[in-house]
């Protein structure tokens, strides 16, 4: 799962570079008409590889694409037993993390996690592990002190994101 996320990044990452590189051209005053048409070109690249990359991410949330044939009514129930069930300590990460405001800080690290849901390290490291797998968490880059040494704050993905945010029976 973590290969096909980071090989789908990647071709983003390309793509936008391509763009950059072709706009870098054109503010230099090269707008020919090859010119032209390759940034047009990159540009229509790069929204292709975004949406494959934002679909690949919303497909691990939601299941689909999974291995149930999608479109029955037992494939919706497998989908949804993917998400966290409430009440559950992976239920209890998604919820403690989709209500950090904004422009807050990015999320917890495990150690806040324990402490605010009240379960032990292992209990919230598992669940954490869980989540990140299942495309529910990431790594926000940043790390705090946790008992002096730095540890990864967690935060949810931006698919994640997009499922809690869909109002039920549209997506």
């Not at 051209?25 to 292709?48: C, M, N, P």
């Not at 422009?103 to 598992?126: C, F, K, N, W």
């Amino acid at each position: 799962m973590r290969g096909k996320r980071k090989e789908l990044a990647d071709a983003v990452l390309a793509a936008a570079l391509a763009v950059v590189a072709l706009r870098s051209q054109h503010a230099k005053g090269r707008v020919e008409g090859a010119v032209f048409d390759a940034y047009i070109e990159a540009l229509s690249r790069l929204q292709t590889e975004a949406e494959e990359y934002n679909a690949y991410d919303a497909a691990v949330i939601t299941g689909a694409g999974a291995r149930w044939a999608e479109g029955s009514e037992t494939s919706r129930q497998a989908a949804a037993m993917a998400a966290p069930r409430q009440g559950s300590v992976r239920h209890q990460i998604v919820a403690h993390l989709a209500n950090v405001p904004p422009l807050a800080h990015p999320g917890y690290t495990d150690r806040q996690l324990e402490r605010r849901i009240g379960a032990s390290h292992q209990t919230v490291s598992s669940a954490r592990n869980w989540l990140c797998e299942a495309g529910w968490l990431e790594d926000s880059g940043q790390r705090r002190l946790t008992n002096d040494r730095p540890a990864a704050v967690w935060q949810l993905s931006p698919a994640a994101h997009r499922q809690l945010t869909t109002p039920k029976g549209t997506g």
